[in-house]
């Protein structure tokens, strides 16, 4: 668990980290993420990450707060709304200091609970292992719609195979979520490594259905933050070929890749 707790904490780090050189025109500039800004980023993060907090201290606590939640989304508001509504006195810099206070708050209520702990959530519950690993993958993805307003590439290292993980087991999930009959076969999927020359591999090699690349691409796709024609994988057998066009790591409604080119940007150093 410490391990798990340590990678999202380098991965709050890394995402603050920049959002500290942001300049006040920057923190307003809209990303091709559904015309968020780096601030909507950052507050989505900051709301989720406080209740995430009180997931793991009170669980009847959160349970009132998810039905106002609930009771507010069943009147036609987005949660994007909410959260503008919730930090809306706070700039940036002020904003950047809440959230940071939260996700250490969170760090260290996760760091001291059994990996197995069953923790509450919008859904199923989850592991508390599981639990930190879908805050790094939430962080991880809004963080690279904050990477793409600056226009830098970011730093890729091992805290993606968190990530392409969690891409990989929800296989059928995005078959399932969009009604759709899941393949019988489950594609093998091998991914280099962001370092090295390590591959990272998941399945039976002898499957007809086959996914290759790069981890951060992969990562990319599952996370809906690319298009699959803006990446390098490649696959062979139908139900690898159906999965890419369709593959969505987190929870909630169908959600549609970007169109091919609409975030191929061209990064500086």
Same mark, same amino acid.
């Given at each position: 668990? @410490? ?18 050189? #942001?300049?006040? *025109? ?15 980023? +950052? ?22 707060? $998810?039905?106002?939640? #609930? ?5 036609? &508001?987005?949660?994007? *709304? ?6 809306? &006195?706070?700039? !940036? ?13 969170? +760090? ?20 508390? &292992?599981?639990? *930190?690993?879908?805050? #790094? ?11 793409? %307003? %600056? ?5 890729? !290292? ?8 969690? =891409?990989? $087991? ?32 998941? !399945?039976?090699?002898?499957?007809? *259905? ?10 990319? #796709?599952?996370?809906? &933050? ?18 890419? @066009? +369709?593959? @969505?790591?987190?929870? =909630? ?7 091919? =080119? ?8």
């Amino acid at each position: 668990m @410490q391990q798990t707790t340590d990678d999202l904490h380098a991965e709050y780090a890394q995402l603050a980290e920049l959002a500290r050189t #942001l300049t006040p *025109a920057q923190w307003a500039e809209r990303s091709a993420f559904y015309g968020w800004t780096p601030w909507d980023e +950052i507050a989505h993060l900051c709301f989720f990450d406080e209740t995430a907090l009180l997931s793991a201290t009170d669980a009847a606590a959160f349970a009132g707060n $998810t039905a106002k939640l #609930l009771a507010e989304l069943a009147t036609g &508001r987005e949660i994007s *709304a909410i959260a503008r509504e919730k930090y809306a &006195r706070l700039d !940036g810099a002020a904003l950047l200091a809440q959230w940071e206070s939260v996700s250490a708050r969170l +760090i260290d209520a996760l760091s001291v609970l059994d990996p197995k702990a069953r923790l509450p959530w919008y859904g199923p519950s989850m592991s508390a &292992r599981s639990f *930190a690993t879908a805050r #790094l993958m939430e962080t991880w993805a809004h963080g690279q719609d904050v990477w793409d %307003v %600056v226009r830098r590439r970011r730093p890729a !290292g091992d805290r993606l195979r968190h990530i392409a993980h969690i =891409g990989v $087991t929800t296989f059928g999930w995005s078959f399932v979520n969009r009604k759709r009959p899941v393949p019988e076969v489950v594609p093998y999927v091998e991914l280099r490594a962001p370092r090295g020359d390590a591959l990272w591999t998941w !399945g039976d090699p002898a499957s007809p *259905a086959q996914v290759r690349g790069s981890a951060l691409d992969f990562c990319l #796709l599952v996370t809906q &933050r690319r298009n699959l024609a803006d990446t390098g994988l490649t696959w062979s057998g139908d139900a690898a070929r159906e999965w890419l @066009q +369709i593959a @969505q790591c987190f929870a =909630g409604d169908p959600a549609d890749a970007p169109a091919p =080119g609409v975030r191929q940007v061209a990064y500086g150093d």
